[in-house]
């Protein structure tokens, strides 16, 4: 606390020290030392309910929304395509051989194929795109102002480079390499449907996606 910052809290009152006696002096002072502190006691809890905040937002182990926050920002947009009457989608994401990658590297190299995973969907997004991990291997992304067709593009171009991702492996040349691989369900909103329906539609899509890149023998080998 300086002298200066009671000073210009006191100036601010519209208090005259000089015109005060020494006991309302002190006082006044004292009284300016507890404005301050406290108002610097706020501004440092207000930092700590955004960290908090933050931390409540953000998936525990990927840079990207975790299911709860993800579920609200689906219902933030669904109510802004209601009230503007614009296109709405959501891509949901599957990774086809997440579970081989941890059953013969262990889950650490598991962890760091989720966040691949991650950084090419926020790479590839715009910013305005919301960005989830809904659960263990799967992802969400919801897609304002575009619109289906253009969603389904989207969906491919990041299956096709999740495809790409290869686990190597490693220091035991008796362990193959991995390519992990995605299916990718797309959803439109309709007008009076809820988020959970939304999510529930492109979940069914892409298990549908999954059965046809089976059937055709276009899941990573």
Known sequence: MTQEERRALLDILGVD??????????ALEALAEEVI????????????????????????LCPVFNRRAF?????REIALAGRFQ????LIFID??????VNDAFGHSAGDDVLIRVSDILLQNTRETDIVGRLGGDEFGIVLAHATHG???AKAAELASRI?????????????????VGASCGVAEWQDGQGADGLIARADQNMFAQKARRKAAGSLPA
């Open 95 to 100: 990774l086809d051989h997440f579970k081989k």
């Open 17 to 26: 020290l000089a015109t005060s006696r020494p006991r309302e002096r002190a």
């Open 71 to 75: 579920e609200r920002e689906v219902r």
């Open 37 to 60: 502190a406290l108002r610097a006691e706020s501004a440092g809890l207000r930092a700590a309910l955004a960290d908090a905040e933050l931390l409540a937002d953000n998936d525990a």
């Open 163 to 179: 495809d790409q991702l290869v686990v190597l492996n490693g220091d035991d040349d008796a362990l193959s390499p991995i390519r």
């Open 86 to 89: 614009t296109p709405l989608s």
């Open 150 to 152: 253009d969603s389904v």
